[in-house]
């Protein structure tokens, strides 16, 4: 009888310190910029509006097309390891112990802008004249902005649909 007492009393006190313990990482993880509820941080984004910004840049200034040619696609965890992101190993560790469905969902879509943006530097190589390769700046650009404002969305617990005024307050 005395164990079951013992029991009892204990699990409230476990429960508040498993509370504690989540609140102290979740406060952790928005101090490093980086959503509590997903695991996600959104600085990884910048690497592909970094591509987007050289696009669009191609049309008036053909020789940043020289500039978009040189991006190379990153994966999240290479991404971070090459930044110097002050929480980089935190935003490593969050991402790998984020949810599959949202992780998948994140993985779906940076998949596809990297295949976009990939696919489009193969094709501006193979071509020459300015004003195809603005062509190809203009159209890949347009694909891939809704892609990043989506995965915007998933790192901000938005799912596939993104909140642009959320997004952009956080």
Request: with cysteine; net charge negative; aromatic share 6%.
């Amino acid at each position: 009888m005395t164990s079951t007492a013992d029991e009892s009393s204990l699990s409230p006190a476990i429960a508040t310190q498993t509370d504690l313990n989540r609140a102290a990482r979740a406060a952790m993880l928005s101090a490093a910029n980086i959503n509590p509820r997903t695991g996600l941080a959104t600085d990884y984004l910048n690497h592909f509006n970094e591509a987007i910004m050289l696009l669009e840049m191609i049309p008036d200034m053909p020789e940043c097309a020289e500039d978009f040619l040189s991006w190379q696609p990153l994966t999240y965890r290479e991404h971070f390891m090459a930044s110097n992101f002050k929480a980089r190993d935190l935003a490593i560790e969050a991402y790998e112990q984020a949810a599959p469905d949202i992780r998948a969902k994140f993985d779906k879509l940076t998949a596809t802008m990297t295949s976009i943006l990939t696919a489009v530097a193969s094709a501006m190589q193979q071509v020459r004249q300015d004003k195809t390769r603005a062509a190809l700046a203009i159209e890949a650009s347009g694909w891939v902005k809704p892609l990043v404002a989506r995965a915007g969305g998933v790192i901000n617990g938005r799912g596939d649909e993104a909140d642009i005024d959320y997004i952009m307050s956080h």
